[in-house]
């Protein structure tokens, strides 16, 4: 593989400790190499891991630090290896940017559970020269060209940025788990990833009920295409529907009881974990004696995310999103912490200035 000694100046925002917030920061990308795409970045979703990585919450950053996995941009240039995209194509990147493309997973497509480990968009190491990823709070980025998608003429730029995170992290197991018409599927939690399985399941032909703790959602789920809604804390609802569903996409973002969710599930049934990121409580283990499966779900491999590209732009579907500067990052993540965003906060990188 040829490497290119030039380099590409390049202006985002990034954390320099815990505690700096987000700030102006130029840097440098790579030269391309002969199988790499420089894009010209124009939106870049919002996603709560943003958030935790750029404040430590995990306790593994490195700074400075250049959130952003949810990115969509047009190609500005190609490596000479390149045949797939072409200068000026519609595209986006999602959480990763490389994989060893060798092991048993990448070749069955599941890039994203590599054996020797995928390169996450940013906080990674690069595969070839070591250096740390950084990601799509910038100007432009370069990427190897088998893990940039392709952007649909039917999607809007600025709606496709969140489907590269909570769009394939919601998608991926409603199919793996073969949603379909006949399906039954209750989705716990209405936030970025919650509203998007509920769109997905509904366009899937599944009967889709919104778990939540309050009435205060109900509007809400069935304007974005809920059957039903459940109120788990109203113990009669919740023995009512014991037994009733074929799946229980949890999308709750915090530590949490999921014993609850278990009683809902038929024999057989999944209550699959994709918002939570954190020790569980302790679970009696004869809540799974009816073969329920507690498992959780993890983005999914590039064909699968461009599967779900294609998908959004046949069916119309998109996210609810709330436009913001670049400059309003720090308030954005401010407001994420409060819930107060529907659904989804996305940087018009046009203001980056």
Same mark, same amino acid.
């Given at each position: 593989?040829?490497?290119?000694?030039?380099?590409? +100046?390049?202006?985002?925002?990034?954390? $320099?400790?815990?505690?700096?917030?987000? @700030?102006?920061?130029?840097? $440098? =990308?790579?030269?391309?190499?002969?199988?790499?795409?420089?894009?010209?970045?124009?939106?870049?979703?919002?996603?709560?891991?943003?958030?935790?990585?750029?404040?430590? /919450?995990?306790? =593994?950053?490195?700074? +400075?630090?250049?959130?952003?996995?949810?990115?969509?941009?047009?190609?500005?240039?190609?490596?000479?290896?390149?045949? =797939?995209?072409?200068?000026?194509?519609?595209? @986006?990147?999602?959480?990763?940017?490389?994989? #060893?493309?060798?092991?048993?997973?990448?070749?069955?497509?599941?890039?994203?559970?590599?054996?020797?480990?995928?390169?996450?968009?940013?906080?990674?190491?690069?595969?070839?020269?070591?250096?740390?990823?950084?990601?799509?709070?910038?100007?432009?980025?370069?990427?190897?060209?088998?893990?940039?998608?392709?952007?649909? @003429?039917?999607? /809007?730029? &600025?709606?496709?940025?969140?489907?590269? #995170?909570?769009?394939?992290?919601?998608?991926? +197991?409603?199919?793996?788990?073969?949603?379909?018409?006949?399906?039954?599927?209750?989705?716990?939690?209405?936030?970025?990833?919650?509203?998007?399985?509920?769109?997905?399941?509904? &366009?899937?032909?599944?009967?889709?009920?919104?778990?939540?703790?309050?009435?205060?959602? =109900?509007?809400?789920?069935?304007?974005?295409?809920?059957?039903?809604?459940?109120?788990?804390?109203?113990?009669?609802?919740?023995?009512?529907?014991?037994?009733?569903?074929?799946?229980?996409?949890?999308?709750?973002?915090?530590?949490?009881?999921?014993? +609850?969710?278990?009683?809902?599930?038929?024999?057989?049934?999944?209550?699959?974990?994709?918002?939570?990121? /954190?020790?569980?409580?302790?679970?009696?283990?004869?809540?799974?004696?009816?073969?329920?499966?507690?498992?959780?779900?993890?983005?999914?491999?590039?064909?699968?995310?461009?599967?779900?590209?294609?998908?959004?732009?046949?069916?119309?579907?998109?996210?609810?999103?709330?436009?913001?500067?670049?400059?309003?990052?720090?308030?954005?993540?401010?407001?994420?912490?409060?819930?107060?965003?529907?659904?989804?906060?996305?940087?018009?990188?046009?203001?980056?200035?």
């Amino acid at each position: 593989m040829t490497q290119a000694t030039n380099e590409y +100046p390049v202006t985002g925002y990034a954390a $320099t400790s815990p505690d700096s917030g987000m @700030a102006p920061f130029d840097f $440098t =990308r790579r030269g391309l190499r002969d199988d790499d795409v420089l894009i010209d970045i124009t939106h870049c979703g919002i996603c709560h891991s943003d958030l935790h990585t750029a404040r430590n /919450d995990w306790g =593994r950053t490195t700074y +400075p630090i250049v959130p952003g996995h949810e990115i969509t941009g047009t190609v500005a240039a190609v490596g000479e290896a390149v045949t =797939r995209h072409q200068v000026g194509d519609r595209v @986006a990147i999602g959480c990763m940017v490389d994989s #060893c493309k060798q092991c048993d997973h990448c070749k069955q497509g599941l890039e994203q559970y590599c054996k020797n480990g995928m390169v996450g968009t940013y906080g990674g190491t690069d595969r070839h020269d070591g250096s740390k990823t950084q990601g799509g709070y910038s100007n432009r980025i370069v990427c190897r060209d088998e893990f940039v998608l392709k952007v649909p @003429a039917a999607l /809007d730029m &600025a709606d496709a940025a969140p489907l590269l #995170c909570a769009g394939i992290t919601t998608y991926s +197991p409603l199919r793996n788990w073969k949603v379909g018409p006949g399906s039954k599927v209750a989705v716990a939690g209405l936030g970025g990833l919650g509203h998007m399985g509920v769109k997905f399941a509904a &366009a899937m032909g599944a009967e889709v009920t919104v778990l939540s703790r309050t009435e205060s959602k =109900r509007e809400d789920a069935a304007a974005l295409g809920a059957h039903d809604f459940l109120i788990t804390t109203d113990k009669d609802a919740m023995k009512a529907k014991s037994g009733y569903f074929d799946m229980v996409l949890n999308t709750i973002p915090v530590r949490h009881n999921v014993a +609850p969710y278990l009683h809902l599930l038929k024999v057989d049934g999944a209550q699959v974990l994709v918002g939570m990121i /954190d020790m569980m409580p302790e679970l009696h283990t004869g809540l799974l004696l009816g073969r329920k499966i507690l498992t959780g779900s993890g983005i999914g491999g590039i064909e699968e995310t461009q599967e779900m590209l294609d998908f959004c732009a046949e069916k119309g579907i998109t996210p609810e999103i709330e436009m913001i500067r670049m400059d309003e990052v720090n308030e954005a993540y401010d407001r994420m912490e409060e819930s107060d965003v529907k659904y989804r906060f996305v940087i018009d990188m046009e203001t980056l200035g």
